[in-house]
């Protein structure tokens, strides 16, 4: 009996083979269980990443500089705006601006290149004089078209006027016009331009 079993090879070994196939048994499962939740996690990383590259990209050249009136900006949510021109009110019968002040009308457009519609808001520019930053006023002239507040549909484009106080003269006065919808954080602007009085 010693015999026998001393002569048996070592893959005559029944025990060896039952391991082997319960080896390839877990083998077997793990991989074929294991791609969908692999391909699953390596198509969210790779989403996640195509998705904050460009921001990055977008944060360097669109958030960090000013532009001038009349500049294309395109945001990295699919939306493109434009400060088309300014010009100076200084009110009417009705309308007033405070005392040393005169109305800036900027004329903007904002077109739609995302695949859905998206929501506008004239609450989300604002003007900023030398560091004091507020939202447009709400002016009824007949000459100006506030941009008021809707949704704009794929493709679309929706040109609207502005309207903010700047002191008379414009020595010694900058002011932007700042573009902060509400897909954008909190740190992240776009600054237009509009007056460099210095």
Known sequence: MNNNSQSKKWYERWWLWALVVVVVFIGAFKLFSN????????????????????AKKHNTSVFHKDFAVGNTIKISNGVSVKVNNIHFNNGDDVNQPDNGK???????????????????????????????????????????????????????????????????SSKGNKTTLTYQPDTLNDNKKVHILLINGQ
């Open 35 to 54: 791609p969908d939740s692999n391909s699953s996690s390596n198509h969210s990383a790779n989403t996640h990443t195509v998705a904050h590259k460009p």
């Open 102 to 168: 005169r109305y800036i009308v900027a004329n903007v457009t904002i077109t739609n290149h995302s695949h859905s519609s998206i929501s506008y808001n004239e609450l989300d520019w604002a003007f900023d004089t030398n560091g004091n930053s507020k939202t447009p006023d709400i002016v009824s002239m007949d000459e100006i078209d506030e941009m008021g507040s809707g949704d704009l549909d794929k493709g679309a484009s929706l040109t609207k006027d502005l309207v903010g106080q700047v002191p008379i």
